[in-house]
């Protein structure tokens, strides 16, 4: 499983790191940061919460 952030999108309301911490973090600014793009599947559920919360849908999967 992949994911992206689009920057334009994300507007920090950091649902996504509080979520799931071990998939997202903040910046110096409180927007998202990937803590990587490919998730092992131990990480999956997290990388998913953070993605289905995301108010502006900023948070994309692929498989
Ligand atoms: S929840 Fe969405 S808008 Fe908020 S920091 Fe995460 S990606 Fe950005």
Redesign the pocket.
């Known amino acids: 499983m992949r994911i992206a ?1 689009d920057e334009a ?9 509080a979520l799931a911490p071990d998939v ?1 973090a ?1 910046d110096d600014r ?3 940061e990937l803590l990587m793009t490919d998730v092992p599947p131990e990480l999956e559920a997290q990388a998913r919460a ?1 993605e289905a ?4 849908r ?2 994309s999967i692929s498989p």
């Open positions: 952030v999108t994300c507007v920090g309301h950091g649902r996504c790191y997202y903040p409180g927007h998202c953070g919360n995301c108010p502006e900023a948070i």
